[in-house]
DNA sequence: GCCAACGTTGGC
DNA sequence: GCCAACGTTGGC
């Protein structure tokens, strides 16, 4: 069992989004960098556990808890030309990018602030609050997820 | 909107 | 393979 963070834009695709799907589940689509690609690719495993977290808005911090229902898959969107995750260098037989579902577990009563998990010296060596962390798919280690949940 | 910190691209 | 130019991310 491994623990992620994923990040998004609430104002393209919000935890309340997620949320708001019948069955909860929905294809982590449109992630665009090799790294992250790998992770998705090669260690995010069925049942893994993951943060909802919300950038470039108000109220940036996570939000939200899910959880892995469907392992790496090709990212359908890099074929289609509408789509602004279209890659024109991808080919179905050679995809470049893949996705994974995941299902809605709970959103958390009150956020969980950026701000507020910079302060805590626990898990002060977090990726998040590192340095150059702009992978959209981060690794969250057990003590870190743990603590973190306790907050919650 | 600004800007730091990356990642990617492409000419050589 | 190097590296400058460019594009993107994301907090503030």
Not at 36 to 52: E, M, P, S, T
Not at 65 to 71: D, G, R, T, Y
Not at 100 to 121: A, G, S
Request: net charge neutral; charged share 30%; with cysteine.
């Amino acid at each position: 069992m491994q623990y992620w963070l994923f990040k998004t834009e609430p104002d393209a695709f919000s935890i309340d989004d997620l949320a708001n799907i019948p069955d909860g589940i929905e294809h982590w689509d449109g992630i665009r960098n090799y790294q992250a690609r790998n992770y998705l690719r090669d260690v995010v495993k069925l049942g893994d556990q993951v943060f909802i977290y919300h950038s470039s808005c108000k109220y940036v911090g996570i939000v939200g808890l899910a959880e892995v229902v469907k392992e790496g898959y090709v990212d359908h969107t890099q074929f289609d030309p509408e789509s602004k995750y279209y890659d024109p260098k991808s080919t179905k037989d050679k995809p470049k990018w893949m996705m994974v579902d995941i299902h809605f577990k709970r959103k958390f009563v009150k956020t969980l602030l950026l701000k507020e998990i910079k302060t805590m010296p626990e898990i002060s060596e977090i990726g998040l609050v590192k340095k150059g962390h702009r992978l959209t798919i981060l690794p969250v280690n057990q003590n870190e997820f743990a603590w973190l949940l306790g907050k919650c």
